[in-house]
């Protein structure tokens, strides 16, 4: 074999070698990248299989959710136990926005018959005066008949006009006020009346009032008024300043000239002044009128909310009460618990005044309350009336 033939052997080799590692390495990638897919696809099967456990967990947690709310909602609505749908029905009628929240779930004659088994039977009778005497205030009682008769007659060591009390039910929280001097308190009316209403701070530190709370109710259709004008009739200083008709429960709630609350179902604003009526509002019902107490049926037909009530009791103290509510701990009064507060603290004669976000206790021209309108927010509202106390 010459060197020519002896290399084409050697290089032909070497060719045979170099194929033969490339084939081996060719079938080792091959291989690699057919395990490799199979590796990546259990993955992605094991992954899919996780997202899907855990979008079916999802999935049937808020399945549950709503069969739970649902069927919670439905057992309450329309279940066996009475109080909450009673509650809903009061409580939304005695709206003029919220009705929708009754009508939705009941017909005509279930909300007829659910309102008549609550509703206050007010007593059909006048206030009688004499039974109220004026200044007869015995601040020196040593054996008081109870708790109340002693927070009432205890006096504010640093005040001589009036008493604040703190007061706490089972579902309320509030304020009772006791005013010493009768003669002191008058009705306060928004500078706009008859167009716009202003928020009783404003209104208190404008006329430079000591103590205020809201007064009568005012046109408010479908909860969208600016509370400039006032329902029923309005009597300041011994003038009409409004007057207009008024349907509802109650009726005149006002002071006479010699400082006696009196409650009148006639609102014609002629005849009060013949009765020497001098500050009045209109509102209701009547809670109590000469020492005896209106008939509370169920819940009384105005539902569970803040509440304002004015009453006198027969030494001439006068208790001007504010109630909180809407919250789920407290979520306010109805008026089986006006009534009762009142009757605790010694009143002859009490009513019911205007309520919801408009009930306002306002000291030295700052809120003392805590009102909450019909969306949950910390807010109250322009009105058009109160009654305020004036050094």
Known sequence: ??????????????DEQQI????????????????????????????RKKKMSLGKKICIVFVTLFVLGAG????????????????LVTTAMTTLSHQYLATWFYDDATIKSIMEKNRVVERKEDTDTSLVN???????????????????????PNNDDYKMIKITGKKYKGYLVAIYH????????TKYLGQTGQYLTKMATEQKAVLAINGGGFYDPNYSSNGGIPQGTVIKN??????????????????T???KLTLLKDTNGKNALKKGIRDAVTFGPFLIVNGKSAFVKGNGGWGTAPRTAIGQRKDGIVLLLVIDGRTLKYPGADMGDLVEIMENYGAINAANL???????????????NDPIDGSGRHATRPIATGIALFK
Request: aromatic share 10%.
């Open 134 to 156: 004026v200044g007869k205030i015995n601040f020196n009682v040593k054996n008081f008949k109870n708790e109340y008769e002693r927070d009432i007659l205890t006096k504010d």
């Open 354 to 368: 205007d309520g919801g976000t408009s009930s306002n206790l306002v000291i030295n021209n700052k809120l003392i």
């Open 182 to 189: 009768p003669e002191k308190l008058k009705v306060i009316t």
């Open 72 to 87: 919670t909602l439905g057992f309450l609505l329309y279940g066996p136990y009475k109080g909450f749908r009673e509650w």
């Open 238 to 255: 011994g003038k009409i300043v409004s007057e207009r008709n008024y349907s509802r429960s109650g009726g005149l709630i006002g002071f």
């Open 1 to 14: 074999m010459n060197r020519n033939e002896w290399d084409d052997d050697l290089f032909i080799d070497q």
């Open 20 to 47: 033969t590692q490339r084939l081996q390495k060719n079938q080792i990638e091959e291989r690699l990248d057919l395990e490799e897919p199979k590796e990546t696809r259990e993955e992605k099967l094991s992954k």
């Open 257 to 259: 000239k010699d400082n």
